[in-house]
Nanobody, 120 residues
Framework: QVQLVESGGDLVQPGGSLRLSCAAS????????MNWYRQAPGKERELVAA????????NYADSVKGRFTISRDDAKNTAYLQMNSLNPDDTGVYYC?????????????WGQGTQVTVSS
């Protein structure tokens, strides 16, 4: 059974930091690119950060560059999103996504999301 379980969301003041985790099971984690998306109230889900596999190349939305860092630990089947200098625009539900494309077939899994609220 495939599972992606996010954790680490919380209420934080502007300027604060959070570290999100995404624990994976039920598939070969090391073969999948990992992504973090977020969805703010009333807005569409957007890609925030991505990390490839193999290689670990990263990519970020312009709005989070220099503030967020995505990483992965294949030994622990876990992906992370370190978020610094948070501002109210970062508020939303953050989703973990695993993605792989093999022979023209796409495989994608989603977690249930974790709430991040940035407010004073």
């Amino acid at each position: 059974q495939v599972q992606l379980v996010e954790s680490g969301g919380d209420l934080v003041q502007p300027g604060g930091s959070l570290r999100l985790s995404c624990a994976a099971s039920g598939f070969t984690f090391s073969r999948y690119a990992m992504n973090w998306y977020r969805q703010a109230p009333g807005k569409e889900r957007e890609l925030v950060a991505a990390i490839t596999s193999p290689g670990g190349s990263t990519n970020y939305a312009d709005s989070v560059k220099g503030r967020f860092t995505i990483s992965r630990d294949d030994a622990k089947n876990t992906a992370y999103l370190q978020m610094n200098s948070l501002n109210p625009d970062d508020t939303g539900v953050y989703y973990c996504n695993a993605k792989r494309e093999v022979g023209g077939l796409r495989y994608a899994y989603w977690g249930q999301g974790t709430q991040v609220t940035v407010s004073s």
